[in-house]
């Protein structure tokens, strides 16, 4: 059974880069046919799709966030990685990684999240 488990700082000073890692075991995640997305959730609001990346490797981002989001990986310690860029309070969010199984379009897996909250 996959397993999510995300990972990284719990506060951020604003103008600064947020760097999450989601560490996945139970499966690789460069099988066939997996799609990786980050999910965030403001306070009291609902999910935000953010980005995400195909077993390939390519990645897909969020119109609203492309110009600070990157989304990468390795595979060599089955993880992914979040990098948000020039933060606000705006980005205080819990965020997620989920696994998607291409063609079903709905999460199979969730890991617990992680809560940032952007403060000065």
């Known amino acids: 059974q996959v397993q999510l488990q995300e990972s990284g700082p719990g506060l951020v000073k604003p103008s600064q880069t947020l760097s999450l890692t989601c560490t996945v075991s139970g499966d690789s995640?460069?099988?066939?046919?997996?799609?990786?997305?980050?999910?965030?959730?403001?306070?009291?609001k609902g999910f935000e799709w953010m980005g995400g990346i195909h077993y390939s490797g390519n990645t897909d981002y969020a119109p609203s966030l492309k110009s600070r989001i990157s989304i990468s990986r390795d595979t060599a310690k089955n993880q992914i990685t979040l990098q948000l860029t020039s933060v606000t309070p705006e980005d205080t969010c819990a965020y997620y990684c989920a696994r998607?199984?291409?063609?079903?379009?709905?999460?199979?897996?969730?890991?617990?999240?992680?809560?940032?909250t952007v403060y000065s």
């Open 29 to 44: 995640i460069t099988t066939n046919p997996y799609y990786w997305s980050w999910i965030r959730q403001p306070p009291g």
């Open 100 to 116: 998607e199984r291409l063609g079903i379009k709905e999460y199979d897996s969730w890991g617990q999240g992680t809560q940032v």
